[in-house]
T-cell receptor, first 112, second 117 residues
């Protein structure tokens, strides 16, 4: 399968709560990236974490990477209604292929 | 980051016609661009890697004769859906890998929604 897996597939929370999304992948990676996509729109790059990094922060985003388990998590703290979107992880394969393999995505709904 | 445009943003065509979608890198040169397809409520599936000056590399299961890719310059790649059918209706997104980038960050276009009647 080209895709990794993400869970949950859908997440519904209230404003102010934290949202955690998980991503698992299958092969060795160069880096892992998280993207956001609003309905019917293009992708917005959120954060990139390299294979030798374990945790990274950017504003209200916190990403972890566990290469031994081939998994990553994205935490959005103090969520806002504007965070409502689909979130995808994407892995860049090692070996110089430059190909991004996308996970199935998590649809996040943040209710006011 | 790089600015990437796609044209058209939406296209509706009749079954059997061909549709060309352009992907332009506006502020970076790119020897490599990628084409993805996204069906409703699904993830992005890589279709092919477009290489400037050479043939595109297609992913398994993607028909190269149906999805023609031309990467004629360092800032433009085109995807032509030939003899389109309703099952080709999808959201097509390109991405650009700027030449000389060291962390392999791709920049995505806004997408083209194709509807085949």
């Amino acid at each position: 399968s080209q895709q990794g897996e993400e869970d949950p597939q859908a997440l519904s929370i209230q404003e102010g709560e934290n949202a955690t999304m998980n991503c698992s992948y299958k092969t060795s990676i160069n880096n892992l990236q998280w993207y956001r996509q609003n309905s019917g729109r293009g992708l917005v790059h959120l954060i990139l974490i390299r294979s030798n990094e374990r945790e990274k922060h950017s504003g209200r985003l916190r990403v972890t990477l566990d290469t031994s388990k081939k998994s990553s998590s994205l935490l959005i703290t103090a969520s806002r209604a504007a965070d409502t979107a689909s979130y995808f992880c994407a892995t860049l394969l090692s070996g110089g292929y430059n190909k991004l393999i996308f996970g199935a995505g998590t649809r996040l709904a943040v209710h006011p | 980051g790089a600015v990437v445009s796609q044209h058209p943003s939406r296209v509706i065509c009749k079954s059997g016609t061909s549709v060309k979608i352009e992907c332009r890198s506006l502020d970076f040169q790119a020897t490599t661009m990628f084409w993805y397809r996204q069906f409703p409520k699904q993830s992005l599936m890589l279709m092919a890697t477009s290489n400037e000056g050479s043939k595109a590399t297609y992913e398994q299961g993607v028909e190269k004769d149906k999805f023609l890719i031309n990467h004629a310059s360092l800032t433009l790649s085109t995807l032509t859906v030939t003899s389109a059918h309703p099952e080709d209706s999808s959201f097509y997104i390109c991405s650009v890998l700027p030449s000389g980038t060291y962390n392999n960050e791709q920049f995505f276009g806004p997408g083209t929604r194709l509807t085949v009647l």
